[in-house]
């Protein structure tokens, strides 16, 4: 049996231990930490200069972009503030460039046009107006005089496009060309001329490989617009004419 003291002694050497116990346990954990610490120090600093980097390069790319922009001409930067050309400032240009005859590109199938549209026009018109007028006199006033003007002024525009069509349609092919057949005075560097497109080009070219349909092509809203507008110009030419002449006979009375 042990006795009081005994084991008085025992109880104050095992809260020793243990007291003892938990100074020696914690010994490798303070080491661990401040490693983990710097690695993540570290992760971010590689993470700033990352982001520092990016944005330098946006940056450096947004400048590029406006210096770009600034340095265009006006014409494509501000295409609104530019004033648009004339017709003479045009043919000034084109003259300056390529001489005096480039404004005359078109000209002879132009004329020949012209000679056509101008005799079917008006021969379709005084014949048409005098058969309507004819109708009119046999029938008694059947039909008013200005449907008979407006009626053959109409059908004077749809003859004259009718014939004249194909030929202002090799026109205007021959006028869109480029003009690297003529020399261009103002260019830095010579360019090897090259072939005009003539007439008989042009319509051989079109026989061959778009048939002969390709030379009314768009005919239909050119009538249309042709009969309204001839209409309307022959009758305001009548009236016109006979307004006039009703004005003369009141001078020459007085």
Partial sequence: MATPAKKKKINKTSTLTTQIQPVTEPTAQPITEPINQSTSIQ?????KKKIISESIIIENQQEQEQSQIQSQPQSQSQPQSQSPKGSLAYS??????????????GYWVNTIREIIFCVTYFGVYEHSKQFLLYIDAVNKNSIPLVFSILI?????????????????????NIQ???????EDRLAKTKVPLTKRIGAKDE??????????????AGIGPSLLRA????????????YAYDWLCKLEHRFIKQ
Avoid at 92 to 105: A, D, Q
């Fill in 43 to 47: 992760k971010l600093k590689k993470k």
């Fill in 92 to 105: 000034r240009e084109l003259v300056n460039r390529y001489g005096f005859r480039v404004l005359y590109t």
């Fill in 152 to 172: 053959a002024g109409g059908l004077a525009g749809v003859g004259g496009w009718l014939a004249s069509f194909p030929l202002d349609v090799i026109k205007s």
């Fill in 176 to 182: 869109k060309q480029p003009l690297t057949f003529v």
């Fill in 203 to 216: 319509f051989i070219f079109r026989i061959n490989k778009k048939g002969f349909s390709s030379l009314y």
């Fill in 227 to 238: 009969f309204l507008v001839s209409g309307t110009r022959f009758l305001a030419y009548e």
